[in-house]
């Protein structure tokens, strides 16, 4: 599962959204789940989350991997390809 | 005391307090009653929309009153994208933006609305023809600051709303909140405004929203018939005298205020040039009341503090972020994480003297000198 942690103040956030949206469509049989920082208190859930967004990669509900900050498509699927290994 | 933050407040103007406390003594009626007191009172907020449509070179019927500048963008956003989703649900900005502007647009984006952001040039202004090419049949609204709070770079308003009359089915939003009383743009080619009185040596809590003739909006606040039936709520006639007050006197000399605040800048760019690791954030396109700054290695929050220490008010990205997030800004027209993770913004007024400046400099030099060495 994919957790993608942001806030609704969030520029970088909102440049994420669209490359999280078509992401997405290319990995469907990943379950992601959306957390807003304030609105759902993501940091009582999950430490360290000083700068956002944050995509965050678990496995049988540990994290194991995470990325940080504004990234391209290319980037974000690298990340998922490794984690999936 | 050197405040050298008027972009995040002014302090109000002593005319504008005095407007205020007498309009709540001398009109105490509700604009709306039918009584001898509430016709009084709603002749009064006449006059004042009258006097604020005259400076604006708008009609009084296109002023929506709001709390101020997150109100009115939040109303223009999300009201237009709600009242003209059938023509499509596609949204163009920048990465300049306030928070006030990117909070409506991501709630926009959970609803199934697309949001492109225009390139931005290496002077910070937008680049004309990405903003063409993004343009779709789709496209409802163009979002953008005329000046935006961190860099204070001047977008190119009157072109680019020439360009978008071009597409009548898309309205173009501009959140002139930091250069209203500061540097005037016509509203000419302009669909949407908003602004804040506190900006401009007025009061905290009352601000507007120009919306041109014929447009539409879905009210964020329902209750019918206020000022407008765009925004309910009783009409908050002292802040509306009070705001009419601060726009006219902010707009008074205002070339002579302006010249004041180029020589300022124009010193503190060349001082501020001369340390070492120092890096000008705000390009040539800047209007002289913000200057944005990175000092290398530095972490902005504590080059704050020290300031602080002697009294000088500076800022950390704008009031109203919070977080440590590098800025979005900076990157975006710098393109160097550095710049970004360590930028401060002061911000300068009429009211800053040479001294306060010197100061400021003298005390910087001596600080950054202090930090490096730690």
Known sequence: ?85 | MIYLDYSATTPVNQEVIESYVKTCQNFIGNPNSLHKLGIEANKLMKEATEQIAKLLNIKPTEIIYTSGASESNNTAIKGIAMKYQNRGKHIITTELEHSSVVAPLQYLTNLGYEVDFVRLKEDGQIDIEHLKSLLREDTILVTMASVSSELGIMQPIEEIGAILKEYPKCFFHVDMTQNLGKVPISLENIDLASFSAHKFYGMKGIGGLVKKEGILLEPLIHGGKSTTIWRSGTPALPLIVSLAKALRLSLTDLLEKQEHILKLNTYIRKELEQISGLHINSSEKAIPHILNFSVLGMKPETLQHALEVHEIYVSTQTACAKGTNPSTAVMAVTRNKEYAKSSLRISISHLTTLEEITTFVNVLKEEIEKLTLK
Not at chain 1, 6 to 19: E, G, Y
Not at chain 1, 36 to 57: G, M, T
């Open chain 1, 1 to 85: 599962m994919i957790i993608e942690i942001s806030a609704i103040w969030c520029n970088s956030c909102l440049v994420m959204k669209k490359v999280w949206k078509s992401v997405k469509e290319e990995y469907q049989n990943i379950k992601w789940k959306s957390l807003d920082l304030d609105f759902d208190e993501a940091e009582s859930k999950y430490q360290n989350l000083e700068k956002l967004p944050v995509l965050i990669f678990e496995k049988n509900g540990k994290e194991v991997s995470r990325l940080v900050g504004e990234k391209k498509k290319e980037e974000v699927i690298k990340w998922i390809e490794q984690n999936l290994v």
